[in-house]
């Protein structure tokens, strides 16, 4: 199904750049693998929780005595029992901006109740729990719940949200208005757009999106009074910073004595970096009840409690010359934020999308302004290439629009404008200063490796056949390693973003690496160990990993925004340096020579121009745990930890072309071809790297052709299972024609560029371009996500919409 070409990148001599198998897939694959769902631990009971079935009420009364009667029933909980628990917070506000959110005790943004007990703002909003004795106990007492409700207005989108006379969510957001965020030069744009030959504007509609996962969230806690412990195991992308924000800003306990622990987690795409009400709950009713407490949530509950993505509405003008050249690009874009601030929502609907606008081109003027309201429909979150997708679907959109304006090819218009390699670090007017790239370089292989040239001919032969064919290109600058902990601080973020590894290198010989990261399916295990034994020298089957326990690893920020190769594996590696340098010098004192003459290669100390003269790695780490004869400047033992923060982002890019035929009779559209060019500079394991791209394409095929998550007039989310909500299966997956460029980041040592979700961010507009370009001669400019076959039929049938 992929044709990948081009050499494999290699760092050194040995094991990192290697496609090596991943270590976790067997236990995967069969069946092994410990998920939330799979913790029980004795005396577990069990927890439901009742949401909200309307989008906007106030709540009257709850009458929970005839729940409590049933068989099983341990205890049904609302709000009145949780009066001394904080409410979560919200960790990522718009930056620079004056922003407005629901209160928190500490002054810091708050995000929602535990339970609320005064009104629901959307359907899932969580009422009360139930802990009985079995799951099935629990969810039927749901049901003998009595909830008295006064109907309020309901409001489903950002625009409308913001009109006079709108519904209001909270009392503390007036007008529902969170934030006003712009980036770039307004005054500078307008000018630019006012002056130019040629203008062009689009309306378009970023819809929402719901992740996905195979696993759907799940949360066990066990409570311990002998020492006032508690633990929580959960289906969580970061148990660092999820300890840290429920001890301390929403239970209001020790630091230490809350421990999380992430077992093997089934997915995420951004979902599971957020705190949930069921987390404190868990830990709240264990303490309650005396038992451990374990909920597990259905898909059903998962479309209607769990982060959802992308949903902004964007008026976007691009300004140029009758020659090609591009001047200015504005973008006014109204952000869903859903009911409440998710922990880190506000950050992603503006920082993420609005920089990113210009893409990988050099463009004088540029300008974004988002608006971010509040609405009866669940929370915004982060999705797989969150922001960046949604800029990189208006500037490509606009592009071919521009192009299809003066009449010049898309992908002559594209290349004249790309940034040049000279420019490098380019400062994009909007806040990024990207870090390095060879966009022509990539760009054209893209163009080559798809036979952009033989396309006219392809048209030709498929309308033969009763097809319309038709051809996108969409490149992308996307963002990643967050990343810098000062800079990131003035975008809003509300903590550090350094990451950490700890290596101990035991008398064996054998090695052990601990990381704050968190691994959601990205092979962490196989990549962090080829980083430590490549530093090393060693075998990477001698080098375990460990991470996900807030216990046993040194405090780290997680796994989100394609962060873990270029902020974790940089860490591993200066670490293993440290080994080595300590290797060196007690190398000099085991053989006998002055420092300067010790040479640490190929997992060995010897003496240069003499290599007769060597000790081993296992030879060394057995030495160092007897610590005989080492002068007191030396310590005994190899440990070492780093904490690793960058001096900025890195910034991964790319181009990709998709081919569509269009069924004239039905409207259907295939994806019959697909090219990936990505740029993810130094790459650790090409085997891991191309599973991420073939899933981020897929991925965003899904937004493109099927998925929208659907809300009706009064707030209902009509595509709240799969049944009703499409993903893209196996055999809507295209043939890939994947390759790569490599321009190394000189941002970390390793050369890393984030990789994970890269290439979800361009396929939306590949794929809607290449729809775009089959139905241009019926005067077809633009036609909204998901491009389902009903819009394509009456396209082709000459209807507006």
């Not at 959802?308 to 001047?327: E, F, K, P, S, Y």
Request: hydrophobic share 40%.
């Amino acid at each position: 199904m992929t044709a990948a070409t081009g050499e494999s990148v290699l760092q050194g001599q040995g094991v990192l750049g290697r496609p090596l198998d991943s270590r976790e897939d067997p236990h995967l694959l069969r069946g092994e693998a410990k998920y939330v769902a799979d913790i029980d631990l004795p005396g577990t009971a069990h927890m439901a929780i009742l949401g909200s079935p309307v989008a906007h009420a106030r709540i009257l009364s709850i009458d929970t005595k005839a729940a409590e009667q049933l068989p099983g029933v341990l205890k049904v909980a609302t709000a009145a029992d949780f009066t001394d628990v904080m409410p979560l917070p919200c960790i990522w506000i718009p930056g620079g901006v004056e922003s407005h959110f629901p209160p928190h005790p500490y002054g810091l943004p708050g995000a929602r109740p535990v339970l609320t007990g005064d009104a629901v703002r959307h359907v899932g909003d969580p009422i009360a729990a139930v802990v009985a004795e079995t799951p099935r106990q629990a969810a039927a007492a749901l049901a003998a719940i009595d909830v008295e409700y006064e109907p309020l207005p309901v409001v489903t989108r950002a625009d409308e949200a913001l009109r006079e006379g709108a519904p209001q969510l909270h009392e503390a957001v007036p007008g529902n208005l969170n934030a006003y965020w712009t980036c770039g030069d307004k005054d500078r744009t307008d000018a630019a757009i006012a002056a130019a030959e040629v203008t062009v504007e689009l309306d378009l509609v970023n819809q929402r999106t719901i992740n996905s996962p195979i696993e759907p969230r799940g949360a066990v806690g066990d409570y311990d009074p002998a020492t006032g412990e508690y633990t929580l195991y959960a289906s969580t992308q970061g148990p660092h910073n999820h300890r840290f924000l429920l001890a301390a800003l929403v239970l209001g306990i020790p630091f230490n004595k809350l421990r999380v622990v992430a077992p093997t987690v089934g997915g995420s795409f951004g979902t599971k970096g957020y705190l949930y009400p069921d987390m404190p709950l868990v830990l709240l009713l264990s303490k309650a009840l005396g038992r451990p407490v374990k909920w597990v949530d259905t898909r059903t509950g998962l479309m209607n409690s769990t982060v959802q993505g992308r949903d902004h509405r964007q008026h976007v003008t691009l300004a140029g010359t009758r020659d090609g050249r591009i001047t200015a690009v504005r973008a006014t874009s109204h952000a869903n934020l859903g009911a409440y601030p998710s922990t880190i929502g506000p950050g992603v609907a503006t920082a993420l999308m609005g920089r990113s606008i210009s893409g990988m081109y050099d463009i004088d003027a540029a300008f974004c302004e988002v608006y971010a309201a509040f609405t009866n429909t669940v929370p915004l979150g982060a999705q797989r290439g969150s922001g960046r997708a949604e800029a990189a679907f208006l500037m490509e959109r606009l592009v071919d629009r521009y192009a299809s304006e003066i009449g010049m090819d898309p992908a002559a218009v594209r290349r004249k404008n790309l940034v040049p390699k000279e420019k490098f670090p380019y400062d994009n007017g909007l806040g990024w200063t990207y870090d390095s790239g060879d966009y022509r370089l990539n760009f054209d292989r893209a163009i080559e490796l798809s036979g952009y040239a033989d396309m006219p001919a392809r048209k030709t032969e498929a309308r033969a056949r009763g097809k319309r064919l038709g051809v996108g290109i969409a490149s992308y600058v996307a963002v990643c390693g967050v990343g810098p902990s000062t800079r990131m601080s003035k975008e809003g973020m509300l903590g550090g973003t350094w990451e950490s590894a700890n290596i101990r290198v035991h008398p064996t010989g054998e090695v052990t690496v601990t990381v704050g990261s968190a691994s959601t399916g990205q092979s962490h295990g196989t990549v962090f160990a080829q980083v430590a034994a490549d530093e090393l020298g060693i075998d990477p089957d001698t080098v375990q990993v460990y991470e996900g326990d807030t216990l046993k690893a040194p405090y780290g920020q997680g796994t989100y925004g394609s962060r873990s190769y270029s902020m974790a594996a940089p860490a591993i590696a200066l670490t293993a340096r440290k080994i080595k340098s300590k290797l060196v010098k007690a190398g000099a004192v085991f053989l006998g020579v002055p420092e300067e003459k010790v040479v640490y290669a190929g997992g060995k100390v010897y003496e240069e121009g003499n290599e007769e003269n060597t000790k081993t790695f296992a030879e060394l780490a057995m030495a160092m745990w007897y610590g005989w004869g080492l002068p007191p400047e030396i310590e005994p033992a190899l440990d070492e930890t780093t904490h690793f923060d960058p001096p900025d982002f890195n910034y991964p890019f790319g181009t990709h072309v998709a081919v569509v035929e269009i069924d004239e009779l039905t409207g259907e559209t295939e994806v019959v071809a697909y090219t990936a060019v990505d740029d993810a500079g130094n790459i650790g394991n090409p085997k891991v790297v191309l599973g991420q791209i073939e899933g981020s394409i897929v991925h965003g095929l899904g937004q493109a052709l099927m998925e929208h998550a659907e809300y009706d007039e009064n707030g209902l989310l009509l595509s709240s299972d799969l049944g009703h909500y499409a993903l893209p299966r196996a055999f809507d997956a295209p043939f890939f024609s994947l390759d790569k460029t490599t321009t190394p980041s000189p941002h970390n040592p390793l050369g890393a560029k984030g990789a994970g979700e890269i290439a979800t961010v361009p396929p939306a507009a590949a794929v809607v371009n290449a729809v775009v370009d089959a139905l241009s001669d019926l005067g077809v400019i633009h036609i909204d996500m998901p491009v389902t076959p009903e819009k394509v039929w009456r396209r082709l049938r000459g209807e507006a919409r």
